[in-house]
């Protein structure tokens, strides 16, 4: 079993930044691609951007290309994800989520074999 915690979320004026994390712990050592996903109440939980076990091996979803950066640092069992030039669109709860598998890539959701609890992000006009 792995756990997920998210942090880092809030409340950004449009044109701001925010940086989350998602701390795993439990049997890491099983964890390969890792992912950020969001949802807002309108719409269905969709995938933002995902990296490989080795981290090496990035992919976005192209309206956060050049704005979000996903990153890890497995000595810390940490995810993070930098976002940058955040509009209002960006405004969802963000979750964490990871597979067993490093590749392919952890992008759709049925793909996840574990999930974080979320962090919500505000984007004000």
């Known amino acids: 079993q792995v756990y997920l915690v998210e942090s880092g979320g809030g409340l950004v004026q449009a044109g701001g930044s925010l940086r989350l994390s998602c701390a795993a712990s439990g049997h890491t050592v099983s964890v390969g691609s890792m992912a950020w996903f969001r949802q807002t109440p309108e719409k269905e939980r969709e995938f933002v951007a995902a990296i490989s076990g080795t981290g090496v091996t990035t992919y976005y979803k192209e309206s956060v290309k050049g704005r979000f950066l996903i990153s890890s640092d497995n000595a810390k069992n940490t995810l993070y994800l930098q976002m940058n030039t955040l509009t209002p669109e960006d405004t969802a709860v963000y979750y964490c989520?990871?597979?067993?598998?490093?590749?392919?890539?952890?992008?759709?959701?049925?793909?996840?074999?574990?999930w974080g609890q979320g962090t919500q992000v505000t984007v004000s006009s």
């Open positions: 989520a990871a597979r067993g598998q490093s590749w392919p890539l952890l992008t759709t959701t049925a793909r996840a074999d574990y």
